[in-house]
């Protein structure tokens, strides 16, 4: 079965930056639309990132447009999400996303996969 393992989450000061990873296994990566989405406690799933197969089309939250980036090694499996000037309001579990087919879909009923979340806490 597909698996999507996330790394590069932990506590960080504000204004500090973390790079999260997400390694794929069993999913033909290269043509599959990726995302970040992330929960904050009591709230609900929300979108962060997403990237499509070839990494042409990448869309963003307008909460981190200009703050983070998301990127793709497709040799790799992996797929990357920089996240610079980080606030306080970002804190949440964040997790990867994959799909069958190229697309990158904004919203989480879109995706077929999902990782197990890394914790990102930023602290004032």
């Known amino acids: 079965q597909v698996q999507l393992v996330e790394s590069g989450g932990g506590l960080v000061q504000a204004g500090d930056s973390l790079r999260l990873s997400c390694t794929a296994s069993?999913?033909?990566?290269?043509?599959?639309?990726m995302g970040w989405f992330r929960q904050a406690p009591g709230k609900e799933r929300e979108f962060v990132a997403a990237?499509?197969?070839?990494?042409?089309?990448?869309y963003y939250a307008d909460s981190v447009k200009g703050r983070f980036t998301i990127s793709r090694d497709n040799a790799k499996n992996t797929v990357y999400l920089q996240m610079n000037s980080l606030k306080p309001e970002d804190t949440a579990i964040y997790y990867c996303?994959?799909?069958?087919?190229?697309?990158?879909?904004?919203?989480?009923?879109?995706?077929?996969?999902w990782g197990q979340g890394t914790q990102v806490t930023v602290s004032s």
């Open positions: 990237i499509d197969s070839t990494g042409g089309n990448k």
């Open positions: 996303a994959g799909r069958r087919n190229e697309a990158a879909p904004t919203i989480v009923r879109g995706y077929d996969y």
């Open positions: 069993r999913l033909t990566f290269s043509r599959s639309g």
